[in-house]
């Protein structure tokens, strides 16, 4: 049973990469199902590392994991460059393996060949309406961020039903995301609620948004997200070279010209990301207050970041060199897959076909 508050509203929490898994989380008999995914629209970086794919390697202990490759879903605001996307789903199955996703324990599985999943967006349409749709505030802030107005894409605006199609299709019931996907989760609920309303049992659960705790990680100029397509990203595949460019161009604080000056933490972007990676948190609060208090210099500071980013990034790196020798490998993960995953979504489909009564052939 998923821990509910009164009035029936999903219970929404954060966990800590390393925190233990709720009681009803942690039963071998019936592991609860996680769906995550990714819109493949470039490569994945640090900021997914730290965000998400560290708790997907956990969570492929304690849960039956299911890893969407969002193929579908990145059309729907990228429509004029489908090479892109078709491109990045073996670069982002890539990246999962090679951060070590096992696909004996994790289900990859590409979203376009999943037929049930586009059947019961279809569906789910018509428990949701426009003025719902528009007052998500994820879609809503993402029209004001790309100056869409009314020209914004139908599929775009629709994807909170796709994704709600997602969800319930695995029947899963855990959905680690950012902070800002959190209201398609809220969305999902409400459709879950008017189909097992309209069937009169509940045919499909509710799920909750687990949310990391340690939040998006900027880019390394400092601005609020980091993005491949900002440029200020450090790529899973980055090289050595890359890496150090990237740590030496790194925004810290401008104010702090002289290394005997008292430096700022908050908007540092290397201490932002000490605290995403650095593990040897007493020493980090040492430097913390040793850079605050003046006399410890950039250099250092980001010495230490790189170090810990080489060595971090190192081994993903020869993995994805050693996995990408082998392109049949990887399509047939993908493939094997999403021959499981079809057949979970396929039964769900036909369970809510059922349920609702409609006509079968
Ligand atoms: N919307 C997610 C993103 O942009 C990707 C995604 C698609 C997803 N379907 C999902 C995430 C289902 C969780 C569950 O990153």
């Known amino acids: ?36 995914g990714d819109r493949p629209t470039g490569p994945l970086h640090i900021g997914h590392y730290a965000g998400s794919l560290s708790n997907r390697l956990r969570y492929q202990e304690s849960h039956e994991q299911f890893l969407l490759l969002a193929d579908m879903q990145a059309l729907t605001d990228n429509a004029n ?58 879609i809503k802030d993402e029209i004001r961020a790309r100056g869409f107005g009314r020209d914004i894409p139908a599929g775009f605006l629709c994807y909170p039903a796709a994704q709600a199609a997602d969800i319930t299709a695995f029947k899963a019931t855990v959905i680690p995301v950012g902070e800002d996907q959190a209201p398609l989760i ?6 879950v609620r008017r ?22 990680l900027p880019g390394i100029d400092g601005k609020a997200k980091m993005s491949k397509s900002g440029g200020n990203a450090i790529p899973l595949s980055a090289s050595s070279d890359m890496i150090r460019a990237a740590v030496r161009a790194m925004f810290t604080d401008p104010g702090h010209l002289r290394i005997k000056d008292p430096g700022q933490i908050e908007g540092n972007v290397v201490f932002t990301y ?61 493939r094997q897959g999403t021959e499981i995953a079809r057949e979970r979504t396929e039964a769900t489909k036909r369970e809510v076909i059922e349920a609702l009564g409609l006509f079968q052939l």
């Open 1 to 36: 049973m998923i821990p509910r508050l009164p009035h029936g509203r999903p219970f929404l929490f954060s966990t800590a990469p390393d925190a233990a898994p709720l009681p009803h989380e942690d039963t071998h008999v019936n592991k609860p199902v996680i769906l995550t």
């Open 274 to 334: 000490l605290d995403a990676f650095d593990e040897n948190k007493a020493e980090l609060e040492e430097l913390k207050s040793h850079y605050q208090r003046g006399g410890l210099g950039d250099g250092k500071i980001k010495n230490r970041l790189e170090d810990i980013l080489q060595a971090l990034i190192a081994p993903i790196r020869k993995r994805r060199e050693e996995i990408s020798t082998d392109q049949r490998y990887v399509l047939d993960t993908i």
């Open 195 to 216: 189909v097992n309303a309209t069937a009169g049992l509940a045919v499909l659960p509710e799920a909750r948004a687990v949310i990391p705790e340690a939040g998006r």
């Open 81 to 138: 460059d489908p090479a892109k996307v078709r491109r990045n789903v073996v670069e982002v199955a890539l990246d999962y393996l090679a951060v070590g996703i096992d696909p004996n324990r994790t289900t990859i599985c590409l979203q376009s060949h999943l037929p049930a999943l586009a059947e019961l967006s279809m569906l789910y349409l018509n428990f949701v309406t426009v003025a719902r749709l528009e007052r998500n505030p994820t």
């Open 186 to 191: 809220e969305q999902t609920n409400e459709i």
